[in-house]
């Protein structure tokens, strides 16, 4: 039996639409003139009734002008009120889902599509769902560290994790060295991962692939940074698990986190493991460090271009590898979009528009799905405004103020493990929709969206 299918009639065409439109104008525009000329006459009767008199050219130009010259008057006025209101409101989302100024190629679909089993942030504010939640708040951390001078004597104000203490044999729990510091949060953070995820791990065979972001200045060579990272692995819950380090210094470059997860992603990254975590820790509390190398009067300032405020944080994540790691252990876990970087030396809005917009494109979500925001702008405006603008362009829907997460505004720099701390946020974040992470730091932009399981 041969279905027939209903004839439809083909939409109006273009010329036509035009067409009546320019009628129908045309008709509005003669009501609206009988009206206020009738209206005119009407007043001009009651006004000098004993006057009104239509014989004579005059009489009836007097009659008819005004009208016609108020009609013309309205229409030129209602000209400029519509497009002066089309100018001021913002364009709407299709047009600001296209591509931006600076136009940046959506990253390649990633052979590896990396499920998030664990994660763990420590900074000023706390623990993850501290910092979440204090950040939200915008609530300050900012206290005179004593041990930290400016050049007038007075204290720099710094942000510390209170409940930090170096404890490692030989340390003294209230040093503000930079070494003691960065291994009390690498133990801290190896230890909540290994809580979450610790049991699951034991159940894989081989070892635990470790990519450690280490600041530069702990050490000059892989082997000092192997041996420092293996210091804290020995007294971390890890400590009876072989694990394999896969990168240390190589990576302390900016933005180095999204150019590991990057080649984690395309399977670059060599040997591949069933799981692997991605650790970095920084202090910048160090005064030995920071009066010989910075001018202090740059500390704590929103004026000078490297100005910053000395802070200390880590973050941490435990990844599975979905080809190698059994699926009971990563079904329900948070995926790792593809990442999107803009070239190093192009920090520009332009290009921080485009890192958003290839990393929401390449994540296969549109941008009405994405419900927050994680930037690492400090509290220098420029670099916060920048977020903000590309926010307006990229996500109307959201506010900046309540959907944007920035801690570094309120806690500090967190130095090399600044991106991954950011990133642990949004993971955080996206429970039920995603989250974007963005990355402003370095001369390089980069993005990558957490979706839920």
Not at 22 to 36: G, H
Not at 87 to 105: I, Q, T, V, W
Not at 364 to 369: N, Q, S
């Amino acid at each position: 039996m041969t279905e027939i299918p209903l004839q439809q009639t083909p939409p109006p065409q273009p010329l036509q639409r035009s067409r009546r439109r320019l009628a129908f104008r045309i008709l509005l525009w003669l009501v609206a003139l009988t009206i206020i000329g009738l209206g005119w006459i009407v007043l001009l009767a009651s006004v000098a009734p004993s006057r009104l008199d239509f014989s004579g050219a005059g009489a009836i130009l007097m009659v008819c002008a005004p009208p016609v010259l108020l009609a013309v008057l309205g229409w030129t006025g209602l000209q400029f009120v519509s497009r002066s209101t089309s100018a001021s409101f913002p364009p709407d989302s299709a047009s600001l889902s296209s591509p931006a100024p600076e136009a940046a190629a959506a990253p390649a679909v990633p052979l590896v599509r990396l499920r998030i089993g664990a994660w763990s942030a420590l900074t000023p504010h706390g623990a993850v769902v501290e910092t979440v939640d204090a950040s939200q708040a915008r609530k300050q951390v900012f206290k005179p560290d004593k041990t930290i001078l400016h050049p007038s004597g007075y204290p720099a104000h710094a942000a510390s994790i209170d409940s930090l203490v170096p404890d490692a044999p030989g340390n003294i729990a209230a040093t503000r060295l930079r070494a003691p510091r960065v291994t009390a949060m690498l133990i801290a953070i190896l230890d909540d991962l290994h809580a979450q995820q610790g049991a699951l791990v034991r159940s894989v065979d081989g070892a635990v692939g470790v990519y450690w972001l280490a600041p530069e200045a702990l050490g000059s060579g892989g082997e000092a940074h192997a041996a420092f990272f293996a210091l804290a692995w020995r007294q971390s819950a890890w400590r009876d698990l072989p694990y394999a380090l896969q990168a240390t210094a190589a990576a302390a470059a900016a933005s180095s986190l999204y150019s590991v997860l990057s080649a984690m992603q395309s399977g670059a990254a060599q040997p591949a493991a069933a799981c692997t975590i991605i650790v970095g820790a920084d202090s910048l509390l160090d005064p030995e460090e920071l009066a010989p190398a910075l001018a202090l009067g740059q500390v704590f300032s929103s004026d000078a271009q490297q100005g910053f405020i000395p802070a200390e944080g880590a973050g941490g994540m435990l990844l599975w590898h979905p080809d190698l790691a059994p699926e009971q252990l990563w079904a329900n876990a948070p995926v790792l979009g593809p990442v999107g970087m803009v070239a190093p030396g192009t920090a520009t809005d332009a290009s921080l528009h485009s890192a958003m917009a290839a990393a929401i494109l390449a994540s296969g979500k549109d941008a009405v799905e994405i419900a927050h925001v994680v930037s690492d702008g400090d509290h220098r405006p420029q670099a916060s405004m920048a977020a903000v603008t590309a926010m307006l362009q990229l996500l109307p829907a959201l506010d900046p103020l309540q959907q944007r997460l920035s801690p570094m505004e309120s806690a500090g720099s967190f130095g090399i493990a600044a991106d991954l701390v950011h990133l642990v946020l949004a993971v955080e974040l996206a429970n039920e929709q995603p989250a974007l992470a963005l990355c402003a730091n370095g001369g390089q932009c980069a993005g990558v969206v957490v979706m839920p399981a």
